[in-house]
C-alpha cells in the first residue's frame, strides 16, 4: 500500500478538522505528530484500496465486480444466483478471486 500526498492531506484535515494542530515548534510534539499523521495517512490509504477475496464469497446479486483467474485475467463482471461453476466461463477457467469496483472519480461540473 502507497501513501500518497492526497492521503497526507486529508489525514491532516482530519486533524484540523477535531481541533488537533498539525505543525508544532517543539521537537518531541513535532515527531509525535508526525507520526499520528503517517498513522492516519496510512489507514485512508489501506481503508480506500480494496483487497482480493475468495471468489466463493463473491456477491451473486448482480453488483458489478471485478473477477481474477489463476492464469493473471482480470475482467470487469456481475455474478448472479444462477451463475454455476461449470457454466460461468466458456473456456472452462474458474475464476479465483473477486474485489469491488474502485469509486468513480468525481464529476466536475
Not at 24 to 42: G, H, P, S, W
Not at 77 to 87: D, E, S, Y
Amino acid at each position: 500500500m502507497q501513501v500518497t500526498e492526497r492521503d497526507k492531506d486529508e489525514a491532516a484535515a482530519i486533524l484540523k478538522k477535531n481541533g488537533l494542530p498539525t505543525r508544532f515548534t517543539d521537537r518531541d510534539t513535532a515527531t509525535r505528530n508526525q507520526v499520528l499523521l503517517d498513522d492516519i495517512a496510512a489507514a485512508i490509504a489501506e481503508a480506500r484500496a480494496p483487497e482480493w477475496q475468495p471468489i466463493e464469497s463473491a456477491p451473486r446479486d448482480g453488483t458489478a465486480i471485478i473477477i481474477a483467474f489463476p492464469k493473471g485475467h482480470v475482467q470487469q463482471h456481475v455474478l448472479k444466483p444462477a451463475h454455476v461453476k461449470a457454466i460461468w466461463f466458456p473456456n472452462g477457467e474458474e475464476p479465483a478471486h473477486w474485489m469491488p469496483l474502485p469509486t468513480p472519480p468525481e464529476v466536475q461540473q
